[in-house]
């Protein structure tokens, strides 16, 4: 798996798969062409790796989902209690 | 970029889908252009998302909301506050855009992989509650367009999902893009009913400086900043400009012709937004008369009242415009999240038997939402003007993790963003935050009588 920057750079500067299997028909080929290695379903569909969030960063977002529900509650509360 | 088994060849070696022959088909009228040197040509085939996402929040309640303070208040302070917004809207807009041309792929799967499921569902919880609402509320706004012409609501539910169903026929991001973007240029209505209520040239330069400051009580106050942020920059339009990126097939040589999509985009909103207020303002005078009236055919009437017909039946048309494109882009978000979460394709490329969650989610959003009009009784009036509210206190969450992902070098390399990108996008989320939860807060305590109003 690749996971240098510089060759990500590389790949991403617009390089593309030119034939990437002879027993392909042309027409296939000319399409693959115009499409950069990373842009195929086949390789979009695959997930990217799990980041590694700090437990700082964990509780802080936490922390801000909390925040942002209770004040989605009082939100709510304001608007149905307004409707009566 | 994170591992993904993208540069192995056994994924290489998998068949081309039909997503990938047509998105093909427009990378090589791109790579056509930029290799013939065509500039206003690959300008052309590159803009769409910037636009769509920005003129899409130029929707029906974001464009009462903006008349609403013309009429209370006047064009002084808005005037100058309105742009100050998109540009804030352009700093989180130009993120999305950026993440989605260099990783391929939409918001709600990259938080959903990257950071867990848990946050993935948070998001498309978020973004389906917002969406409802806001949806029921374009609805509404195209309801009280037609009703200017004494057209009924039945009509309004029909309009809107016959061009839903329009749009999502073509089995091609590319037609969806155009037929939006046509109809997304029509919110230049507001611009000419702004002229044709004939305003005070001098007053608006001289508003310039953000006076007067609007007047009346601290809650009303934050309302007013709470909703204007939400008829500016909202979780639907991070998941559309994103998604829509990668479905376009933008990479990260398109990301300056993104840029400059963003910015004409905001440019616009902003402009066509100001149109809408400085129309609202011709009812000041007149005691803001007809935001009462609303629910029925409210602000044209109001308007062809003081400014004459010509100047409502502009307004009422561009209500209609207004609702009828941000059902087509909230639509279409809401669809791009519930296939990225879901993990089935997702792509307005695919064609709906391999799609069908994706166009079945299109439609079925919109669907809920016209149903919910056709309720007598329900008060529509209310969810109209609560949902900008309710999108911005929501908006923070989406914001952060957008900034996460744009600050993730495995993901973006040497596209991650800059310290003052960084510096921009968290002062943006902080008044975000502050203002949705002062308003939230402070509302919720009159209301149970903590503090008086």
Not at chain 2, 389 to 416: C, E, F, I, Q, R
Request: charged letters at 15%; a neutral charge.
């Amino acid at each position: 798996m690749n996971s240098d920057p510089a060759d990500i750079a590389g790949l991403r500067n617009g390089s593309t798969i030119h034939a990437s299997g002879r027993d392909r028909k042309h027409f296939e080929d000319d399409l693959v062409e115009h499409l950069e290695r990373d842009q195929f379903v086949a390789v979009t569909s695959r997930p990217v790796e799990r980041a590694a969030l700090s437990a700082r960063t964990i509780t802080g977002l936490w922390a801000l989902r909390i925040f942002v529900i209770v004040v989605s509650l009082m939100v709510i509360y304001t608007f149905v209690d307004q409707l009566h | 970029m994170a591992t993904t088994g993208a540069d192995t060849p056994q994924a290489l070696d998998a068949p081309l889908t039909g997503e990938d022959a047509a998105r093909s088909r427009d990378r090589l009228q791109v790579q056509s252009a930029r290799e013939g040197r065509k500039r206003w040509r690959l300008l052309w085939l590159l803009v769409g998302p910037g636009i769509l996402a920005m003129l899409g929040e130029n929707d029906g309640p974001s464009m009462i909301a903006y008349a609403s303070d013309g009429a209370q208040y006047g064009i002084g302070f808005f005037v100058p506050f309105i742009p100050l917004l998109f540009l804030m809207a352009y700093v989180c807009q130009e993120m999305c855009m950026r993440v989605g041309a260099v990783t391929h792929r939409g918001y709600g799967e990259l938080v959903l992989q990257r950071f867990g499921r848990v946050w993935g569902w948070f998001g498309a919880g978020d973004l389906t509650l917002t969406n409802l609402v806001t949806l029921i509320a374009e609805f509404v706004s195209i309801r009280v367009g037609l009703a200017y012409f004494h057209l009924g609501v039945g009509i309004a539910v029909a309009l809107g999902l016959v061009l839903v169903l329009f749009t999502l026929s073509g089995g091609r991001y590319w037609r969806w893009e155009r037929i939006v973007l046509g109809m997304a240029l029509f919110n230049g209505l507001f611009l000419l009913a702004a002229i044709l209520v004939k305003p005070d040239i001098s007053a608006v330069a001289r508003s310039l400086d953000f006076s007067p400051f609007p007047g009346g009580s601290f809650n009303t106050l934050l309302l007013l900043l709470a909703s204007t942020i939400g008829a500016t920059v909202t979780p639907w339009m991070i998941f559309f400009q994103q998604s829509a990126s990668a479905d376009k097939g933008m990479t990260p040589r398109d990301i300056n012709h993104g840029r400059y999509d963003t910015a004409v985009g905001a440019v616009l909103a902003a402009i066509f937004g100001i149109g809408a207020l400085i129309a609202g303002a011709a009812l000041l005078t007149h005691g803001g008369s007809g935001i009462q009236g609303f629910a029925g055919a409210g602000f044209p009437e109001a308007l062809r009242r003081v400014a004459g017909g010509a100047a409502g039946t502009v307004f009422a048309l561009g209500l209609i415009e207004a609702g009828a494109v941000a059902i087509l882009t909230i639509s279409a978000s809401t669809a791009y999240a519930a296939g990225e979460c879901i993990g089935v394709s997702h792509s307005f490329n695919s064609s709906p038997r391999n799609a069908a969650l994706f166009y079945a989610a299109n439609f079925g959003v919109a669907l809920v939402a016209a149903a919910v009009i056709l309720i007598p009784g329900v008060p529509l009036l209310s969810i109209a003007l609560n949902a900008n509210v309710l999108a911005t206190v929501l908006l923070p969450v989406s914001l952060v993790l957008m900034v996460m992902l744009a600050n993730d070098k495995g993901l973006m390399g040497p596209w991650a963003n800059k310290r003052s990108t960084n510096v921009i996008g968290i002062a943006v989320i902080a008044f975000v935050g502050i203002c949705g939860a002062a308003y939230g807060i402070d509302s919720f305590l009159q209301t149970v009588h903590l503090v008086g109003s």
